[in-house]
């Protein structure tokens, strides 16, 4: 049975928000598509609708894309550099606007948290059960892992239901103010297994305790690619044999490129809450290098641009 004028009409409607542009391109969908779940389709995967509707999570990585072009070969100082800036925009953050930059909705700003905190720590809850769903498809048990590091706790939004689930957690941050606020919510409902540090240098980092897990979400893509690779690796160094990671970061943008010399100089001025990407080769290169086997490789929604960005979550162990 042929479309009808009347459904190209609504098809228009519902999927591009208007009305067709011409007598011409109703005849032409009238003879290009011969029901209206082929019409459907056709609509669905035009340019017109993806630029619409990038909220609705169209992956864009078929293989067909090119490499992002990433510098990552910092020199010791320059890493100490991009820390640096990074620590201070957080501090900044943490002083200003702290719920909301862990979770960037206006319920969330200073004037607001009042009324809508429960609601944003109780959001932590679901980031845990989805750690401990991931753990099982694995069949991982969560009882073998004792002690836990979260790599940017923030105001300790994820870190309280951590606490729940390991006998000991170290709760870490680059923010001295997101810190304080994470102590005190802490302290606030008698949790007393965790314990609060600052990493203020890549030094820092070299010093991490020894775990049986450690958990990062929503934390290294706001670090430059160079810091992102130092930090990654000295995280998988802090594990145990067999202990078990589980990190996110955002790995593809069609339009993402990173230069050191530029960052430093001005780029890193651009935007509060940055976003930055590193490719799944360098990810896969660290944990080879860190005698890491990679167990699972989600694909989340994490970053704002779906239609154009991948944001993956790792599931990996240590061997050795």
Not at 115 to 136: M, P, R, W
Not at 151 to 168: E, N, S
Not at 245 to 271: A, M, R, V, W
């Amino acid at each position: 049975m042929s479309l009808t004028e009347e459904e190209v009409r609504w098809a228009y409607r519902l999927f591009y928000d208007r009305e067709p542009e011409s007598p011409e391109a109703i005849a032409f969908h009238q003879t290009r598509s011969k029901d209206v779940k082929a019409l459907r389709k056709h609509l669905l995967g035009s340019a017109e609708f993806k630029g619409k509707n990038e909220e609705l999570g169209i992956v864009p990585y078929f293989g067909d894309k090119p490499r992002m072009q990433i510098e990552t070969n910092a020199s010791s100082s320059e890493l100490e550099q991009l820390l640096a800036l990074t620590q201070r925009k957080w501090q900044k953050l943490g002083k200003e606007r702290p719920h909301w930059s862990v979770l960037t909705s206006e319920q969330y700003e200073s004037d607001r948290i009042g009324e809508n905190q429960d609601e944003f720590y109780d959001s932590g809850k679901l980031e845990i059960d989805f750690l401990k769903k991931t753990l099982a498809r694995s069949e991982i048990d969560p009882t073998d892992l004792r002690v836990c590091l979260e790599l940017g706790c923030g105001v300790g939004r994820v870190t309280r239901w951590l606490a729940d689930m390991f006998d000991k957690v170290h709760a870490c941050d680059i923010s001295a103010a997101h810190l304080a606020i994470a102590k005190k919510h802490l302290e606030n409902h008698n949790i007393e297994n965790a314990d609060f540090h600052q990493l203020n240098t890549i030094s820092d980092f070299e010093n991490l305790p020894d775990v049986d897990l450690f958990y990062s979400i929503i934390v290294l893509q706001h670090n430059p690619p160079p810091a992102i690779e130092i930090i990654l690796d000295r995280l998988l160094k802090c594990l145990k044999p067999n202990g078990i990671g589980f990190f996110q970061l955002p790995t593809y943008s069609l339009n993402y490129t990173f230069s050191i010399k530029s960052y430093l100089e001005n780029d890193h001025k651009t935007c509060e809450v940055e976003g930055h990407f590193l490719q799944q080769k360098s990810v896969f290169e660290i944990l080879k290098n860190n005698n890491c086997d990679l167990i699972e490789v989600i694909t989340d929604p994490r970053t704002g641009s779906p239609s154009r960005e991948i944001s993956n979550s790792f599931l990996i162990r240590k061997t050795s």
